[in-house]
């Protein structure tokens, strides 16, 4: 991997799309993905089964000098507390972009204010896993403030691997409708409606996209990205809207695969310059020195 970035000129690579949460709730979502073989169809080993610290260390190894602590709560009176541990992690984490979240329940506009005054950076929801349409009325005022505030919020919308009610594109688009400026970041390029998730990025002028497990040999079994799409997507990165993604350590493949994917897409060096640093250097400001 530092092999990949140094032929392209990069200082490293930047990573909108991993996680890092409290260790017993981490547990629980590897405990999740290595029960989920009969729901997904195939098995789910977790390749980056490790503490916070060999994981941090692991990422610098690779060169990827920006990342997120992304979190998501699935019911109420988690989200609050998972801010306070992921703004502390990133507070000591150097790379760490300071990362928060939210849930549809009242609270939500008081403590998104407070992570906002704390210094957020970035903001995760996961409307598949958090079982709520993001036309929650709770979560009309968030959007509100996160459009006001130009702060990105990674939005899991799309229905991989397991759609529900609530994902697709339809209901984050009724959000769009209704928060034009909002500053999204589609995850998994809103795998497997990819087609209408690159409408919202070309209609609304903050939405973009991240690569999270697209174009890889796992991924493209269940959801491969339309080669018709390629151009679509090749205009996009280089208008700044796609950026890298990874899902790291929830991973059942090397981290290197990500980026295997992408360079065998064809697109260009200055495409793989743009989404795997440039786009996400411009977006938070990431120093190149």
């Known amino acids: 991997m530092p092999a990949f970035w140094r032929r392209l000129g990069l200082p490293g690579l930047a990573d909108v799309h991993t996680h890092f949460l409290p260790p017993r709730l981490l ?80 609270e939500a ?25 993001p036309t929650d009325p709770a979560l009309d005022p968030v959007w509100g403030l996160l459009s006001d505030a130009g702060v990105p919020v990674v939005v899991h919308a799309g229905h991989a691997p397991v759609g529900t009610a609530h994902t697709g594109p339809a209901p984050f688009a009724a959000v769009l409708a209704r928060h034009p400026r909002l500053a999204a970041i589609v995850a998994h390029l809103g795998a497997p409606d990819y087609t209408a998730f690159l409408d919202l990025a070309y209609a609304y002028e903050r939405v973009r996209l991240d690569t999270t497990m697209a174009f890889t040999s796992f991924f493209d079994r ?53 989404v795997c640093w440039h786009n996400a250097a411009d977006l938070f400001g990431l120093s190149t020195g």
């Open 222 to 274: 269940f959801d491969p990205f339309p080669t018709a799409e390629l151009p679509r997507l090749r205009e996009l990165g280089l208008a700044g809207k796609v950026l890298l993604g990874s899902d790291f350590p929830n991973l059942p493949y090397p981290y290197a695969e990500q980026l295997t994917g992408l360079g065998r897409l064809g697109l260009g060096d200055d495409w793989l310059r743009a």
């Open 27 to 106: 547990r629980r979502v590897w405990a999740y993905f290595d029960a989920a073989g009969p729901l997904l169809g195939t098995e789910w080993p977790i390749r980056y089964r490790w503490d916070d610290a060999e994981r941090v260390a692991h990422l610098r190894r690779l060169g990827v000098r920006a990342f997120t602590a992304l979190a998501y709560p699935h019911r109420p009176g988690m989200a609050e507390p998972l801010n306070r541990w992921t703004l502390d992690f990133a507070a000591r984490t150097p790379g760490c972009l300071p990362s928060a979240t939210f849930f549809p329940e009242p």
């Open 109 to 133: 506009v008081h403590y998104v204010t407070e992570a906002l005054d704390a210094g957020a950076r970035v903001f995760k929801v996961h409307v598949q896993v958090g079982g709520f349409p």
